[in-house]
Structure formats: C-alpha cells, structure tokens
T-cell receptor, first 118, second 112 residues
Framework: EPEVTQTPSHQVTQMGQEVILRCVPI?????FYWYRQILGQKVEFLVS????????KSEIFDDQFSVERPDGSNFTLKIRSTKLEDSAMYFC????????????????FGNGTRLTVT | LAKTTQPISMDSYEGQEVNITCSHN???????ITWYQQFPSQGPRFIIQ???TKVTNEVASLFIPADRKSSTLSLPRVSLSDTAVYYC?????????????FGSGTRLQVQP
C-alpha cells in the first residue's frame, strides 16, 4: 500500500536556526497538509496546499512558516527561525482530489518528524 | 468551526465490543463524519467515514442516527493493539479547514 514518507524522523536544532522538514506524499494525491502535535496534546492543523498554493492555514502558521513543493514528489515545511515552542511532532498528510459536497477524501499521514528545539 | 465532543478516555478488556460516541450538534447538511485512529508516535490513520445510518468495513462500524447530531464508532472484539486515541471529524470536502480539525479525541485503553 502506498504511504506518505517523512524525513528525517528526528531533527534536533538550536533556537533561531532554520529547519526544513521533508515529505513525499502518495504519488497520485493532489492535496497536501502539515499538522503538528506537541507532546501530550492534540493534532493541530497548520496548512493545506493544492495546485501549488496554500488553500487554508491556521493561526499557528505565521510568517515563520512556509511550504513548498519544489518538484513533482516532495513537499516541504520550513521554519525560518525556530523557537523552543516549535518542539513537536510534525505530520505530513496527503489526499486525493476532493469534489465539493462529496465525502472528504481520507487523509493519509506519514509517521512524522520529531523536532526538538534546544 | 464545527465542534465535536468525545469522552476523554475509555477502558475496555480484550474481546469486548467498544462503542465511542461523538457529539456534533451543529453538523451541516453536507457534512460527513470521519474517524481516525492514532497510535503513540505515529500519524493518525483513517478508520471509517459515513453520512447517515450505518457503515461497516473490515475494521469498524459507524452508526449515525437520523438527526445526525452524534455518531458512534463501534469496534468489535477489541484486542490490546486497539489501544489508541480515536478522533471524529466533521465536514465535507467543500468546508476546507473545518473538516481537517482534530479535537481532543478519546483515549482507549484495552486491558488483557
């Protein structure tokens, strides 16, 4: 079964540094997402991406965050200047095309990147 | 955003049927109900989705009453490996972020 892959599985960085988290979505999927989960808390939506642009973003996704699909297979999340509170699991997800009024195409999640900011 | 309410936690024993109910009083006409499962240190995994009445797959059943203001995920004969957090989400593909918002979920602990 095709799956979403994320690299690295664990990233340690110092406060103020830039990090790039990488994801390879399922190949025929058209919608891409980033979520984060702070230890012990719920899964929080960050951003959705379709047709090379952001579709939706949450309040968490401020100017320090950006996403990119640099080629036909990768989807990246960049944090420009990391803060201690950015420490979390970051999950990438993808889904097939959606048609308004039809069921949500299920999200397929990767196993995440654990980001530790020191 | 549509709000869903679930019990924070539930306990069960191996072999029992577990029913987890989610309340979604302000569900909209076009909204679907989707359930995900999450194991520790893994991403959520799609379980089942429905609009009304009953949906069954190889993993679970989903019961939705006529008013659709709640839904119940039913896991038949749970095993230790069903210990996880279960989330219900409400929305349709036209509602964007609302359909993508996870609540606090229900932490199911299955004991031997």
């Amino acid at each position: 079964e095709p799956e979403v892959t994320q690299t690295p599985s664990h990233q340690v960085t110092q406060m103020g540094q830039e990090v790039i988290l990488r994801c390879v979505p399922i190949s025929n999927h058209l919608y891409f997402y980033w979520y984060r989960q702070i230890l012990g808390q719920k899964v929080e939506f960050l951003v959705s991406f379709y047709n090379n642009e952001i579709s939706e973003k949450s309040e968490i996704f401020d100017d320090q965050f950006s996403v990119e699909r640099p080629d036909g297979s990768n989807f990246t999340l960049k944090i420009r200047s990391t803060k201690l509170e950015d420490s979390a699991m970051y999950f990438c997800a993808s889904s097939e095309a959606m048609v308004k009024g039809s069921p949500n195409s299920p999200l397929h999640f990767g196993n995440g990147t654990r980001l530790t900011v020191t | 955003l549509a709000k869903t309410t679930q019990p924070i936690s539930m306990d069960s024993y191996e072999g029992q049927e577990v029913n987890i109910t989610c309340s979604h009083n302000n569900i909209a006409t076009n909204d679907y109900i989707t359930w995900y499962q999450q194991f520790p240190s893994q991403g959520p995994r799609f379980i089942i989705q429905g609009y009304k009445t009953k949906v069954t797959n190889e993993v679970a059943s989903l019961f939705i009453p006529a008013d659709r203001k709640s839904s119940t995920l039913s896991l038949p004969r749970v095993s230790l490996s069903d210990t996880a957090v279960y989330y219900c989400l409400v929305g349709d593909s036209g509602t964007g972020r609302r359909a993508l918002t996870f609540g606090s979920g229900t932490r199911l602990q299955v004991q031997p």
